[in-house]
């Protein structure tokens, strides 16, 4: 069981609504700080880890900042995520580009900012080279086909477009050592919200036999092992968190037996997580505007898939907190949803909730990663703005709402 909280009263709320009307996310900084700490103290065995924040999950500068005080990098894959890592201050190394399907310029952006890149393919090692040039630095992600199970949301990985297979993976380290690269890193993600623990031991355990595997056929030593992201976290109140330290601890005994006293000591350990590090820690205040009462109950909010995708796209379960009826028994069973002409436009089905009343403020917790950031204009509707509370209790907007202009902004109505 985790129990589901806020970090905010209902008086506290209320205040900030004044000035920030809703909908809107709003991000606990502390919260966010406590998590990324207890991720790095619990790899602080390893050699050279690093955290790479999966910039897609939340691509707030003020987020990536905050996080970049705790020693993260940013892990990019796409031209505007890599201009956003700049714009924060995240250059070099501490860049990891994890693309796929890569237009050109993207690979030129990320060799002029010095970002490590992790091709996605084989056939990108010419691309890479006639575009770009090849990098001294460069990292291949592992598809391990049918030896690994896939879970729900990325689904098996033989059926997954990512990565190299397995002999593709050895002729290509073979290939850029020919070509004169002189540095070697290795990258899988074969997960998404994954909360087996026992699966990312799996996963470091066969990229560390990989690594062997690959010093013994090409002859180069792999810089670092790259475990991805997909730590899942507990979206539901009866759902387990992953134990870093188990985890961690998994990871140090296989590193230990497989690599340490072996030519591929030290082996640096990265992490590309999005979810685990913003995920429980961002939150979708939304209003209630109506009730409905037809062959089902309704509450509808001011909110709508356009703020959060998540129920929509995958049937997520997002939990929702009414705030002041914490304590209130679950006496009602609701739809929630918001205003979209989607039928599938709803935060939960068939929710057992306190009753519901119009201007009752509705929480939607776990909306800190893959969030605001699948926003989207459908319907003409407006991306809410991003709050972030501080640990002193104060909030600053970190991303205003989108307004009318901004959503007419790419017409040109003079040439009508
Ligand atoms: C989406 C993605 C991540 C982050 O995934 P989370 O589930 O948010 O941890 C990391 N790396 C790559 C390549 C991704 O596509």
């Known amino acids: 069981m985790n129990v589901k909280t806020v970090p905010f009263t209902k008086e506290q709320i209320r205040e900030i609504i004044k000035q920030y009307p809703t909908p809107f996310h709003i991000y606990d900084e502390k919260a966010i700080r406590e998590n990324a700490r207890k991720l790095v103290s619990a790899f602080s065995w390893a050699p050279g880890f690093k955290e790479f924040f999966a910039v897609k999950a939340a691509p707030n500068p003020y987020l990536m900042k905050l996080l970049k005080e705790e020693g993260f990098g940013a892990d990019c894959s796409s031209l505007t995520e890599l201009m956003l890592a700049g714009k924060t201050g995240i250059t070099g190394e501490d860049i990891m580009f994890s693309s796929n399907d890569t237009p050109p310029n993207e690979f030129v952006r990320a060799r002029e900012m ?44 033989e059926e997954a477009k990512y990565g190299f297979t397995r002999e593709q993976i050895i002729e290509g380290y073979k290939k850029i050592k020919a070509k004169g690269v002189t540095r070697f890193g290795l990258h899988t993600m074969v997960a998404s919200n994954e909360l087996n623990n026992d699966y990312f031991i799996e996963t ?53 037996s497989m690599i340490s006293g072996t030519p591929c000591d030290p082996l640096k350990i990265f992490m590309e997580s999005g979810r685990l590090i913003t995920g429980p820690y961002g939150y979708l205040v939304s209003t209630v505007l109506h009730k409905k009462s037809t062959y089902k109950e309704y509450v509808g909010l001011d909110a709508c898939m356009a703020n959060l995708m998540r129920p929509a796209l995958y049937g997520a379960y997002h939990h929702i907190t009414v705030m002041g009826k914490e304590d209130r028994e679950l006496t009602k069973t609701y739809d929630v949803t918001g205003s979209l002409c989607e039928n599938n436009d709803k935060f939960a089905i068939d929710r057992k909730l306190p009753e519901i009343n119009r201007g009752d403020i509705v929480v939607i917790h776990d909306a800190g990663a893959h969030g605001h950031a699948m926003g989207f204009n459908y319907n003409g509707k407006l991306r809410s703005a991003e709050l972030l509370l501080k640990e002193d209790g104060s909030v600053v907007q970190i991303r205003r709402a989108e307004t009318p202009e901004d959503y007419f902004a790419t017409l040109d109505f003079s040439k009508l």
Do not use: W
Request: proline fraction near 7%.
């Open 114 to 157: 010095g970002a490590v890149i992790n091709l996605d393919d084989i056939s990108h090692i010419d691309y890479l080279e006639q575009h770009a040039g090849l990098p001294e630095l460069l990292s291949f992600r592992y598809n391990p086909g049918p030896l690994k199970e896939g879970n729900a949301i990325i689904g098996k990985p």
């Open 204 to 256: 470091a355990e066969m990229l560390f036999a990989l690594v062997r595997e690959i010093h013994e056929k090409c002859g180069i030593a792999i810089e670092f092992v790259n475990l991805g992201g997909g730590f899942g976290i507990p979206y539901r109140p009866e759902d387990t968190p992953i134990d870093l330290d188990y985890i961690s601890r998994g990871i140090k005994n296989r590193y230990n």
